[in-house]
């Protein structure tokens, strides 16, 4: 299997533009997260998705900020508009299960935000 | 809510010496315990986790945790690095009622020198 799959790896956007980040799980997994990472912040989930369905999404920033999953094999993560302050990586994870199941984590996309 | 303290930012360590990397954890409630592993310009990478049972958790690439519930730390060892163990280790915890939620620790960063 390919793994977790994220694009673009690298996005540079100016501040008041649409953002949206993408992510194709491990085929067969049901479980999918978007976290976010800063060196401020660390790493932290902003939603977690169970069989298409958004489960906890506390963790979201603000309004700004939206996922789905309009189906099993396909998330986006979308910012608009943009802020310098967004500027992290972004990574995506999947699981085979929901729970404690070990959460396979994509390469990331770095954000940009100038 | 659970918490994690990392409590090295940095470990410097030759190759083929044994490493420690210290980890506390703060909750109310029972928890379950991982370690990831973070490349350069990768995802993280499960090593190992602790879900109840043997206190002695062994992982992948020779390193090991041992989970100790009255001192509430689970430390990372290894016997002997190689110069491929540079990387960013991070700490995470979840509790029983959400357990996919995983609060990570601000990271170690491991550099082996030959």
């Known amino acids: 299997d390919a793994g977790v799959i994220q694009s673009p790896r690298h996005e540079v956007t100016e501040m008041g533009q649409e953002v949206t980040l993408r992510c194709k799980p491990i085929?067969?997994?049901?479980?999918l997260f978007w976290y976010r990472q800063t060196m401020m912040r660390g790493l932290e989930l902003l939603i977690y998705?169970?069989?298409?369905?958004?489960?906890?999404d506390s963790g979201m920033p603000e309004d700004r900020f939206s996922a789905k999953m309009p189906n099993a094999s396909f998330s986006t993560l979308k910012i608009q508009p943009s802020e310098p302050r967004d500027s992290a990586v972004y990574f995506c994870?999947?699981?085979?299960?929901?729970?404690?199941?070990?959460?396979?984590f994509g390469p990331g996309t770095r954000l940009t935000v100038l | 809510a659970q918490s994690v303290t990392q409590l090295d930012s940095q470990v410097p360590v030759f190759e083929e010496a044994p490493v420690e990397l210290r980890c506390n954890y703060s909750?109310?409630?029972?928890?379950?315990l991982f370690w990831y592993v973070q490349y350069p310009n990768q995802g993280l990478q499960l090593l190992l986790k602790?879900?109840?049972?043997?206190?002695l958790v062994k992982g992948i690439n020779g390193f090991e945790a041992e989970f100790n519930k009255s001192q509430t730390s689970f430390h990372l060892r290894k016997p002997s690095v190689h110069i491929s163990d540079t990387a960013e280790y991070f700490c995470?915890?979840?509790?029983?009622?959400?357990?996919?939620?995983?609060?990570f620790g601000a990271g170690t960063t491991v550099t082996v020198r030959a």
């Open positions: 994870a999947s699981s085979l299960l929901a729970g404690t199941d070990t959460q396979y």
């Open positions: 085929s067969g997994h049901n479980s």
């Open positions: 998705f169970n069989n298409n369905v958004p489960i906890d």
């Open positions: 909750s109310s409630v029972s928890v379950y």
């Open positions: 602790y879900l109840s049972g043997s206190t």
């Open positions: 995470a915890v979840s509790s029983r009622s959400n357990d996919y939620k995983l609060s």
